[in-house]
């Protein structure tokens, strides 16, 4: 059965042209990722299982793991470094990712209305100033 199996796999990488080095190596880093979310996923059930710890301290851990593996994700998934925001930068990719593109548009949208609205108020506020003769 696994060397049907392996005749199948052999014959689809011929068909889609790919040397058996890309193949290879296509492998090589899929097993790689499935070892690294296998980690993640033993490390939190290591953690919610052990009796030593208290509920938030396990609280804690969990999320900076899942944290941890959302960062390596979006390291993968959109070729960046995986922190969207600092304190002094923003990924140059931050508009277009798909994480943080609703939260662009929103700033970019409040951007624009300031920038509209503000000088109406101020031409209201003197036109309210010179029509009451306060000025």
């Known amino acids: ?3 049907d199996q392996y ?3 052999i014959e689809i990488i011929k068909a889609a042209g790919i040397t058996t080095e890309e193949a ?6 899929l097993a790689k990722i499935a070892a690294e979310s296998a980690d ?3 490390e939190i059930r290591n953690v ?5 710890l208290k509920p938030w ?3 804690k851990i969990i999320k900076e793991l899942q944290s941890l593996k959302n960062k390596r994700d979006r390291i993968r998934q959109y070729d960046c470094d995986g922190i969207c925001y600092t304190d002094n930068s923003m990924c140059p990719q931050a508009e277009i990712c798909p994480e943080t593109r609703k939260k662009e548009f929103a ?4 951007a624009a209305g300031t920038v509209i609205i503000l000088p109406i108020l101020v031409i209201a506020t003197i036109a ?3 029509f009451t003769n306060f000025l």
């Open 1 to 3: 059965m696994e060397k």
């Open 7 to 9: 005749n199948k796999t």
């Open 24 to 29: 290879a190596g296509a492998f090589e880093k």
């Open 40 to 42: 993640y996923e033993n």
């Open 48 to 52: 919610k299982h052990n009796p030593n």
């Open 57 to 59: 301290k396990k609280w």
């Open 107 to 110: 700033g970019t949208i409040m």
């Open 128 to 130: 309210l100033l010179v």
